[in-house]
């Protein structure tokens, strides 16, 4: 099946600074999305990407689509403590409905 | 309005005991998807449902596992015979409709626990 590596595993920052995550894939996907998971919660949406090359923001989030299709990166900048959470990228083809997610990143912010 | 939510919160059962687990989408929401999330790791697919049917269970790890949805609104996920291994968080989520343009919004899940 189609695998999604998440990278990094985890992260330990300061508050104020910016942070890169980043997925790729062996396989291509036609939609990439980025959801953040808080403790007892399900994820929720942050980013969809549905074009190869595309660059979209969403406040202090930028994500990009990959020009292969085959990989995405999320940005956060001036990080802040409720930054903290477990951020998961997900990839989706034309031809399936599920979502295939990465393993995702631990994100620490300190104060 | 409300959001997609899971009853129960959380389920502790025996090895080899039946579970079941329930999931309310958001009103009006015709496509609906159960997944898996072990600990570390991201959600894996399980099923999802176009209105009544199962459109596709090929994210069912055996026939122990089985999911309803008999009038297109509330789903049941079924675990007959529970193994240590399907301890996990189960999560729902539901769509507009079917599709990669349509966002699918989760509830909080599951936790099953099985002893």
């Known amino acids: 099946g189609q695998q999604l590596n998440q990278s990094p595993q985890s992260m330990f920052i300061q508050e104020g600074e910016d942070v890169s995550m980043n997925c790729t894939s062996s396989s291509i996907f036609n939609t990439w999305l980025w959801y953040k998971q808080d403790p007892g919660e399900g994820p929720v949406l942050l980013i969809a990407?549905?074009?190869?090359?595309e660059l979209t923001s969403n406040g202090r989030l930028t994500a990009q689509f990959g020009i292969t299709r085959k990989d995405s990166f999320l940005n956060i900048s001036a990080s802040i403590p409720s930054d903290v959470g477990i951020y998961f990228c997900?990839?989706?083809?034309?031809?399936?409905?599920?979502?295939?997610f990465g393993a995702g990143t631990r994100l620490t912010v300190k104060p | 309005g409300a959001g997609v939510s899971q009853t129960p919160s959380n389920k502790v059962t025996e090895k080899g005991k039946y579970v079941e687990l329930r999931c309310d989408p958001i009103s009006g929401h015709t496509a609906l998807y159960w997944y898996r999330q072990s600990l570390g790791q991201g959600p894996e697919f399980l099923i999802y449902?176009?209105?009544?049917?199962?459109?596709?269970d090929s994210g069912l790890p055996n026939d122990r596992f089985f999911a309803v949805r008999p009038e297109g609104s509330v789903s049941t996920l079924k675990i007959q015979r529970t193994e240590r291994g399907d301890s996990a968080v189960y999560l729902c989520a539901s769509s507009l409709r079917a599709g990669g343009l349509n966002e699918q919004f989760f509830g909080p899940g599951t936790r099953l626990t099985v002893l």
């Open positions: 997900a990839g989706q083809t034309y031809n399936n409905n599920d979502m295939r």
């Open positions: 449902f176009q209105g009544t049917g199962a459109a596709d």
């Open positions: 990407l549905y074009k190869a090359g």
